[in-house]
């Protein structure tokens, strides 16, 4: 078990050494081995020659084991560098949200609580231990991410003897490299994406689509063939799975009327039922999904049905490969794959719209947006209102999405080395909390917008990892209580630094009118100056927002 | 080379090339290399995993140099030989009556 002691002192740098000199020992060996296969005797005839040459063969065969065992040894020593260099990137991030919340964590994993006078009212107490919490799940994630690549690492080093090389020395990857870096960081996934060669990546993607069609770091247009390849197996699936779900419910309910002394037939019922409800939702988020990635220019970007609380599904407006510009809406409370995943693109087909339109008014219009509706968490919903984990008055959600969302948003980045776009976080309602905590995890983001927000579960804007004075709040629509509420930390609009956006109707630069909002819900409608104010933030048009005022001065209430 | 369906000068070429090739692969052990995973990697199993590969591979290259060390030297001594006995051969049929060495 890797210990955060032992993390700090691992040392990238030095195992980049250590690929370099075996890749340098490896060109050696294959100039050794060209030279002995070309010493030829094939002219020596009878018993003296045939042994010779057996003698000469065996030997060959010795060397090409040795190539081949290095030219193993090399990209698997190069993939734990990319993934060492991530996952030191992360342990630094745990080491900056513990410092910010008056922790630090200590060489066994463990947190020291720096500050423990800062507590001093229950509230403030329970507030500490729900950090806490987070710290360590956060923590434990990465310290298992270490155990995964140090894992993986082992198994390609112990696999490399024995191996074979190609015809002209070829570089075939470890074994492992059909295998997806499951438990790598997006960085250490977009690595190793790009090491394989094109059949090879050809190869994953027509047999093991499930395998890269949600994995962060790979290219977008690859994680929507593979998820879109895996729609119609998902919906058989589903469907049978609905149908024996059903025949269950069918002989469950067959027993006759159920009585108080049949406990146990209740509860069977009440589970056959859930199942039953469950396989309806998954159908549904297919069928919905299915339908929303039939119009032109989509990204499937996240396809999974079963793995969680609730379906999850990531769709795209726009290509995120190529976009200069990409925006990643978070939508909230009650929203589902199901329900929302259809209205959720539309929205973000109507911003990236928009988006292009002021572009091109600005003599920009060859830049591209693209634009993601991301329901890639769990969002409470109105029957999980009483539970305690998944309230919509509970943090739990958004902490455990915020950390999904981040890898997300690290993925679209990672995926485009040496040409990341400018990328723009959206949340909305309970979303706005999501990106919230997903913005102390990621540096990816370059602009934030969060609307209709009760709080990103923050008191000071440094916890983010955004660049100063990039994030801003939409002002609150009249009739939008839940926008002024700061269950979760400091109301956005009282955060020092952050940039408050008009909602109030007005005129657009180019003198189009543009609408005030109403309620809790209408700031991406068209039309609407708030809506204009996200697309521009998301356009990289900061100037062209017409800013609004917070609702009462900044000092007030803290 | 009357009398040998062999080239000397290939077998002493491949005699030679295997030599320098043991030479050079007994100098290009990449299993040393692997040890620097133990400085890099403190604590983890790989720390462990990348030297015992370091002697797998220290004792396949050892193997490897070994084998063309041998392998050089027979088919330096068949090169060799097969010339002194092409001598010897040309010798005798030197000595031979006229009309006999061309039967």
């Not at chain 1, 309230?391 to 990341?420: E, K």
């Amino acid at each position: 078990m890797v210990t955060p002691a032992d993390l700090r002192r691992w040392d990238p740098t030095a195992l980049e050494g250590v690929v370099r000199a075996i890749g340098v020992a490896r060109d050696r060996l294959l100039d050794l081995d060209h030279d002995l296969r070309a010493a030829r005797l094939d002219a020596w005839q009878g018993v003296a020659g045939d042994a010779a040459r057996t003698a000469h063969h065996r030997i060959e065969s010795a060397l090409g084991g040795l190539v081949a065992a290095t030219t193993a040894a090399r990209p698997a020593v190069a993939v734990a560098v990319d993934a060492v260099v991530a996952l030191r990137s992360e342990l630094a991030r745990v080491d900056a949200f513990a410092a910010a919340h008056g922790f630090a964590v200590d060489v066994e994993g463990g947190f020291a609580d720096v500050d423990p006078d800062v507590a001093r009212t229950v509230a403030e107490r329970t507030s500490r231990l729900a950090d806490r919490r987070s710290l360590g799940t956060l923590l434990q994630s990465v310290l298992d991410r270490a155990d995964s690549v140090d894992a993986a690492l082992v198994r390609d080093l112990d696999r490399a003897v024995g191996r074979r090389v190609g015809p002209g020395g070829s570089d075939p990857m470890p074994r492992s490299a059909a295998v997806p870096p499951v438990a790598a960081l997006p960085a250490g996934v977009a690595a190793w994406w790009q090491n394989l060669s094109a059949a090879e990546q050809e190869d994953l993607l027509r047999t093991r689509p499930e395998l890269i069609g949600n994995l962060d770091g790979v290219p977008g247009r690859v994680r929507d063939a593979a998820n879109r390849a895996r729609l119609p197996g998902e919906l058989a699936r589903v469907d049978s799975a609905l149908a024996a779900a059903t025949d269950r419910l069918r002989t469950a309910m067959g027993g006759g009327l159920l009585g108080r002394q049949e406990p146990h037939r209740v509860a069977e019922l009440a589970a056959v039922r859930a199942d039953v409800a469950r396989r309806h939702e998954e159908h549904d988020a297919l069928v919905a999904v299915t339908r929303t990635v039939a119009d032109p220019d989509r990204q499937l970007l996240l396809l999974d049905v079963d793995g969680h609380a609730a379906p999850r599904a990531a769709i795209a407006v726009g290509d995120v490969d190529t976009a200069d510009h990409v925006a990643v809406f978070t939508p909230g409370f009650t929203t589902t794959v199901a329900g929302s995943i259809a209205d959720s693109v539309s929205d973000m087909r109507s911003l990236r719209q928009n988006a292009q339109h002021q572009l091109l008014l600005r003599g920009r219009g060859t830049e591209s947006v693209a634009a993601v509706a991301w329901l890639g968490y769990d969002a409470p919903q109105w029957d999980t209102l009483m539970s305690a984990d998944r309230s919509v008055a509970s943090a739990i959600d958004a902490r455990a999405g915020g950390i999904d969302l981040a890898r997300f948003d690290d993925g679209i980045t990672d995926a485009r080395p040496g040409r990341r776009p400018h990328l723009t976080a959206l949340g909305h309602s309970y979303g706005s909390t999501t990106t919230g905590y997903a913005l102390q995890h990621t540096t990816a983001v370059d602009d934030a917008v969060v609307f209709g927000s009760p709080g990103l579960g923050i008191t000071t804007l440094a916890a983010l990892h955004v660049p100063a004075g990039h994030t801003a709040v939409v002002e609150a629509a009249p009739g939008d209580v839940v926008a002024g509420l700061g269950a979760f930390g400091t109301v956005p609009a009282q955060l020092d630094g952050i940039v408050v956006l008009s909602d109030r109707g007005t005129a657009a630069p180019d003198g189009a009118p543009l609408r005030g909002s109403f309620g809790h819900s209408e700031y991406l409608t068209p039309g609407t100056t708030s809506q204009f104010d996200i697309a521009a933030t998301a356009a990289g048009l900061p100037d062209q927002r017409i800013t609004g005022q917070a609702p009462w001065p900044r000092s007030f209430g803290r | 080379m009357d009398g040998f369906d062999v080239s000397t000068a290939a077998v002493a070429a491949a005699g030679i090339t295997s030599a320098a090739v043991g030479d050079g692969v007994r100098t290009s052990d990449p299993g040393p290399l692997l040890l620097g995973l133990a400085a890099a990697l403190p604590g983890s199993a790989a720390a462990v995993a990348g030297p015992r590969l370091a002697g797998r591979l220290a004792a396949a290259t050892a193997a490897v140099a070994d084998d063309l060390a041998r392998h050089a030297a027979g088919l330096t001594a068949a090169a060799a030989g097969y010339t002194t006995a092409d001598a010897r051969v040309a010798a005798v049929l030197a000595a031979l009556p006229t009309g006999c060495a061309s039967s």
